[in-house]
């Protein structure tokens, strides 16, 4: 079913242009945590029913999390609950879930949101003090524990928040939100040094 | 050292570290640790305000945050100037510079204080009775002269250039109150291992341990034994202290915010550091230990300078190392003001006497102070105080009357009794309970996962309170599922005992007076003021309260609720408790707007959203216009063209060549699975099923009331597949309307829908030579006009990245509409400009874009549609499925008032001089002569000149408006009357030859 | 600000993830076309906007962005109950948990 995913989805042998990232290079320190755009990746929105979850593994090659508030990573590639049948996929390896998820008969949406999102690390020791500056989740170990993985907001604007390691978290947010994101972070990061 | 009235062996401030300060332009020095007030009365000085109505002088009533005369304007630079700043509160640094304020042209000869003259015609109520007439005064006169006078302090007139934080966090105990009460919770808590806060408004934690030279806790002093408890707090990594920090308000589910001074004590405040740090706590279990506060003697001329509450002497004293007088009096109704008494006794200071209001009380501080050889007369009355600018005597009677005595004193130290702080418990919507032996309201019915412990809880005495707060703490932590402590708890090994008091006036300003004995100062409200709002007919507390003010300043009553409830309780004949008390409300003490913002200011105020191609568009000098949060290239003027010229040009350029449009911002949702076209049939008016994959339909979206609500082109990628286009402004609510139906109404389809959006950048290019400028960019799409017709998608490459190519036209020129993925947007659009360059391509924006799509009648769903406009009324009746059985507003657009004839429709109009661009919004009728209001028939919702017709083109809603077509209709404006055609919508090219030229 | 417990995130979230969707268990009719002028108005426009028991609809937008319905108290604010959207009106209230608890 996803045959137009495919087509669309497949990485440009040759582009004669240059990708231009919002957000480019962008980072700011402040004493125990850093702030810096990651780079881009292979994204995928993928929705599917609980039967098709086992065939739409499989083909990603780790198992999709049923359980709220969690992610699985292997390989270079994670993906985030995010509702009851939606998951964001993330490869940070180089490699296509949606060319993966093309060769599932099950019933599923998959669909190229690599562009849509820009990436953002939020590391150190003060790492969720900066992100509460405008989260209103309970970031402590217990609550959000390293995989855990969240839609939620920062100040005005929709994040997914991952936590990667005790002291870093990924920020995902759309693109033309990323500069207010960037600038939030960089507000909290630099109060939440002091 | 020039502070007469310090005494150096008092106090816990190191005498080296001095500070100085001005206050009023005069320089003084002080200590650091001081607070203003502090450093004031070290100089000797009292006066430091003048009240609100009266201008009455004032001097420092307390020594915390419940302070209402002592308010001050602290000035550190032309744009930081805090007015109504509590000096008990202002902790001193080096050059600090403090104002009085409500006083001109000085502090002690004041022009305002005619009105304490003239006080009858001011008394409870003067407002409501004496600008009532005449009726016209009050617009020119009465308010603007009320205006004037209100309000204390000067506000500030530039931008505010500090900055301030916020902070969300959880924990599983928040401790309220950092005395010994809310230190022992957090010690018993934070043993367990959860998560504890603490929280104190003061510098340094303690509480009235500041004061209480009693007490030993552990073997050491109160004081220190806090700090060193608050030092072990502070190294646990479970635990977080906060000092300066006030908790303003408590909210549902034990959501309670706060506020944290960071650097409004500090000389230089390092750029980094915000001035204040909102605190949104979201606890298990909130602890409250928010202590007492003293409460007055109400008695004539309580409000002079020098004359101020016992507790806050000795803190004075005791803490600050500061003798508020040489020579001062006591005036009280309960023990604690004996402890002040010897303290000072034992400092040096002269107590000329002790005045208690109780006929034989008996106890060891009473033993004491008898032992120091202070003179105690019990049964009697302070009936007046002497003095203006500083209290200079007492007058003392028997409190049942008799003869006169006056005592000369340059102070005079004041206690009624404790009153619970119960401000936070009622906040959280608990119920408090009178308790009519100790004639004090403590907490009742609690309404939140809270608990209250020590003096707020009424409980007395430092054991008591102790144990009751290191219980509380150990439960409230054990219910948040705290490991079993092995703590000990503190051992209070000496401790002090002030219980009981009075409320209300004392003998001397009873209902058979006209003293000025003051309840609440910072309103200026007399005891005679609650009494005449009773006899004027107020019987709720609630009355009682607005029509006096009382409690209504910015102290909000800490101090004179208490005793005002017990004097209307007396006047109305009714126990306290029926009376009832007004309700506490946040914030407890003035947060600044600064707090409340925080980070929303400047560029966090709202997100400033952005396009792919927008640093291409500001590299060019493009305007750019607000369209939501987006920010949309709105003209690309050149060298000397305003916007005018711009427009003019771009419309031309696009009609002759081709123009390049970044069309980014628009709304994209994928719409993906076996149940795609079933779903777009019933939220879309169009039919579906039957689109071939590979075209495009233009699509209407309906409320359930058949009325428009969002419009776009939607493409159809493959059978199961649809890539769909909503407006700008309408993406998010248009997702949220899919989304709704979808899942609640429709969840038995196999459907799913993502926002796309901000995948892909668009560039739509519209022309007669926009063909040309693309198909050389283009891999593996047939452009010809056969393989890729009007209203048609393929996906392919562009510039060897992939893109969904549509071919459309929001400008009736032969168009495409080229969406690449976002990151390579910005260098797609350059590829297809420097094409472009080759056929005399121009930019345009959206107002060009407004235009060109109005020379051909597309409408703008928002701008001539305004929710109550159906298809029809839009002439868009052909994109109405008419054989469908459902459709999201089908049964809508049957209602008799939708079918009804003479609706508003849709039509062009031309004004008769085609050189009169018509306003938007400009009303419409039939007859400009006829009587005022006239008949409006409809207004017009869009309006240009077209450089292209050559004339002004507009379109309007009209009411049966296509009956009407070659009529003449007017536009009545402020300079004349403008005559109208009526039209039809389309005023280029109405055969649509140019879609293919 | 409220905490919410989403019913498909199954736990308690902060109110500013969510929005309020208006009034629940209000069936669009199979047969809309069909609908009598004094069904569709009751349908569309009356609301019984109660003081007390409310069952409304939210939306976790910014969470699962799952819609689904809460059983609400007008009076207090308080929330009684969520459950998943489809599910039938609860016929019995649990026993409100944040009742007034006298200490």
Not at chain 2, 653 to 674: Q, Y
Not at chain 2, 735 to 749: A, K
């Amino acid at each position: 079913m996803a045959k137009a995913a495919v087509k669309k989805a497949a990485p440009a042998a040759s582009p004669s242009v240059e990708r231009r990232p919002a957000l480019a290079g962008r980072n700011v320190s402040a004493t125990g945590v850093k702030v810096e755009e990651l780079p881009p990746a292979e994204r995928m929105s993928l929705r599917a029913p609980e039967p098709s979850v086992a065939a739409l593994s499989k083909a990603l090659g780790l198992t999709l999390p049923k359980k709220p508030k969690t992610s699985v990573s292997k390989a270079g590639r994670t993906a985030l609950w995010l509702g009851p049948d939606e998951w964001l996929v993330i490869d940070e390896a180089g490699n296509d879930p949606l060319a993966d998820c093309a060769k599932v008969a099950a019933l599923h949406s998959a669909v190229c949101i690599s562009h849509r999102n820009i990436a953002i690390s939020v590391m150190g020791p003060a790492a969720e003090a900066a992100i509460n500056s405008g989260c209103p989740q309970d970031l402590s170990l217990d609550a959000f524990p390293v995989g855990a993985a969240s839609r939620t907001i920062l100040g005005k604007a929709e994040i997914v928040l991952l936590r990667t390691a005790a002291d870093a978290f990924r920020v995902e947010c759309w693109r033309s939100f990323s500069d207010y994101v960037f600038t939030f972070l960089s507000e909290g990061a630099r109060d939440a040094a002091g | 050292m020039s502070s007469a009235f310090r005494i150096p062996s008092a106090g816990r401030l190191s005498q080296v570290r001095t500070a100085r300060f001005s206050f009023d332009g005069q320089s003084y020095t002080g200590i650091e640790g001081d607070t203003l007030a502090s450093a004031l009365l070290a100089n000797g000085v009292h006066l430091v305000g003048r009240s609100f109505k009266y201008h009455r002088p004032r001097g420092v009533l307390s020594a915390g945050a419940e302070e209402p005369n002592a308010l001050v304007q602290i000035v550190r630079d032309d744009a930081r100037k805090t007015p109504n700043v509590r000096a008990t509160v202002q902790e001193l640094y080096d050059g600090l510079a403090a104002n009085s304020q409500n006083r001109w042209p000085s502090l002690s000869f004041d022009v305002g204080a005619v009105n304490d003259l003239a006080s009858p015609l001011f008394s409870a109520g003067f407002y409501y009775k004496t600008f009532m007439w005449p009726k016209a005064a009050w617009k020119s006169l009465y308010e603007p002269k009320i205006r004037e006078a209100a309000g204390l302090g000067v506000s500030p007139d530039k931008p505010d250039p500090d900055h301030y934080s916020s902070r969300y966090a959880h924990c599983d105990v928040l401790v309220l109150g950092g005395g010994a009460a809310g230190i022992a919770a957090a010690l018993a808590a934070a043993e367990t291992g959860v998560r504890v806060i603490l929280a104190d408004e003061q510098a340094e934690f303690g509480g009235s341990l500041r004061f209480e030279s009693g007490a030993k806790i552990d073997g050491q002093g109160g004081f220190a034994w806090a700090q060193a408890a608050i030092a072990k707090l502070s190294a646990m990594d479970n635990v977080r202290v906060l000092s300066r920090t006030t908790a303003f308000g408590y909210y549902a589910q034990n959501f309670v915010g706060l506020v944290e001074r960071v650097s409004d004590h500090l000389k230089a405040p390092g750029h980094d550091l915000p001035r204040e740090r909102l605190w949104q706590v979201r606890a298990k279990c909130v602890v409250l230990a928010s202590g007492a506060i003293e409460r007055h003697m109400v008695f004539a001329n309580n409000d002079r300078p020098g004359i101020m509450l016992a507790g806050a002497a000795r803190t004075f004293l005791n803490h600050y190392g500061v003798a508020v007088g040489r020579n001062v009096g006591v005036y009280t109704a309960n023990d604690s003001a004996y402890a002040a008494a010897i303290d000072l006794k034992k400092a040096g200071v002269n107590v000329a006497a002790i005045v208690d209001l109780r006929d034989n009380p008996t106890g060891p501080v009473i033993d004491e102070a008898r032992a120091l050889g202070i003179e105690i007369n019990f049964g009697r009355a302070v009936i007046r105080a002497g003095g203006k600018l500083r209290v200079s005597s007492m007058t003392v009677q028997p409190k049942n009357g008799g003869g006169e005595r006056t005592i000369p004193v340059d102070a005079i130290l004041m206690s009624a009794g404790w009153t619970p702080s119960v401000h936070l418990f009622s906040q959280s919507r608990g119920k408090v309970a009178f308790n009519d032996e100790t004639k004090r309201f403590v907490p009742g019915t609690y309404a939140q996962d809270c608990v209250s412990v020590g003096a707020c809880n009424g409980t007395d005495g430092l054991s008591a309170t102790v144990d009751e707060a290191y219980a509380a703490g150990a439960k409230a932590a054990r219910d948040a599922g705290g490991k079993t402590a092995k703590g000990t708890k503190p051992k209070v090994d000496g401790s002090e005992n002030w219980s009981r008091g009075m409320l209300g006036a004392a003998p001397g300003a009873g209902p058979d007076t006209t003293v000025k004995a003051f309840v609440d100062f910072q309103n200026d409200v007399t005891a005679k003021d609650i009494r005449q709002a009773v006899h004027e007919g107020m019987r709720s507390i609630e009355h009682v309260k607005r029509f006096t003010t009382n409690g209504m300043a910015t102290d909000q009553g800490k101090t004179s609720n208490m005793h005002g409830l017990a004097i209307a309780a007396e006047t109305l004949g009714k126990p306290i408790p029926e009376v009832g008390l007004t309700t506490f409300r946040a914030p407890y003490t003035p947060v600044t707007f600064g707090a409340i913002v925080s980070h929303a200011r400047g560029p966090l105020f709202d997100p400033t959203r952005k396009t792919a191609i927008h640093p291409w568009a500001e590299a060019q000098g493009a305007v750019f216009e607000d369209v939501g949060q987006w920010k949309r290239a709105w003209y690309f003027p050149k060298a000397g063209e305003d916007m005018h010229a711009a427009v003019d040009r771009e419309c031309v350029a696009v009609r002759t060549n081709a123009g390049l449009f970044d069309a980014s911002t628009l709304g994209k949702i994928e719409v993906v699975g076996p149940d795609a076209a079933k779903f777009m049939e019933l939220l879309y008016t169009n039919p579906w099923e039957k689109l071939e994959p590979g075209r495009c339909r233009y699509g209407i979206m309906l409320r359930e009331d058949g009325f428009i609500y969002d419009d776009g082109v939607v493409g159809r990628l493959a059978p199961d597949r649809f890539h769909v286009t909503t407006t700008t402004g309408g993406a998010p609510r248009v997702m949220n309307h899919m989304e709704d139906y979808l899942q609640t109404e429709f969840p038995h389809l196999n459907v799913w829908l993502t926002s796309i959006t901000e995948q892909w950048a668009v560039i739509a290019v519209q022309g007669p030579k926009s063909r040309d400028i693309i198909a050389p960019l283009v891999e593996g799409i047939d452009m010809s006009d056969e393989a890729l017709p009007h209203m048609s998608v393929r996906e392919g490459k562009i510039c060897g990245v992939p893109t969904r190519l549509f071919r459309m036209s929001f400008t009736g020129e032969r168009g495409f509409e080229v969406n690449v993925p976002a990151d390579y947007g910005q260098a797609v659009w350059e590829a297809l400009w420097a094409e472009g360059q080759k056929h005399g391509a121009t930019a345009y924006g959206t107002e060009a874009m407004h235009v060109l799509r109005a020379e051909k009648g597309y409408i703008i769903v928002g701008q001539d549609t305004d929710g109550t406009v159906t298809p029809n009324d839009a002439g868009l009746d052909w994109a109405v499925g008419k054989k469908k059985a459902d459709f999201v507003g089908i049964r809508g657009l049957t209602r008799p008032d939708l079918v009804a004839k003479g609706r508003k429709q849709l039509v062009g109009l031309k004004t008769k001089d085609p050189k009169v661009v018509l306003e938007e919004g400009a009303q419409i009728v039939e007859d400009p002569k006829q009587a005022i209001p006239m008949k409006m028939i409809g207004h017009v919702t869009s309006s240009y000149w077209s450089q292209n017709c050559g004339r002004s083109i507009a379109l309007a809603l009209v009411a049966g408006g296509r009956d009407r077509m070659g009529d003449t209709l007017y536009v009545p404006m402020p300079n004349g009357v403008i005559e109208v055609e009526v039209t039809g919508m389309v005023f280029f090219d109405e055969t649509g030859g140019r879609l293919n030229g | 600000m409220l905490l919410i417990r989403c019913p498909y995130c199954e736990e308690e979230r902060p109110e500013l993830e969510f929005r309020n969707a208006g009034e629940a268990h209000i069936a669009r009719s199979a047969n809309m076309a069909g609908e009598s002028d004094d069904d569709f108005e009751k349908f569309f426009f009356i609301r019984s906007n109660p003081k007390g028991i409310i069952y409304e609809r939210w939306r976790h937008m910014h969470g699962c962005a799952r819609f689904f319905n809460a059983v609400r108290d007008t009076v207090t604010d308080k929330f009684i109950m969520t459950y998943k959207a489809g599910e039938p009106k609860p016929s019995k209230l649990p026993k409100n948990s944040n009742e007034v608890v006298a200490k």
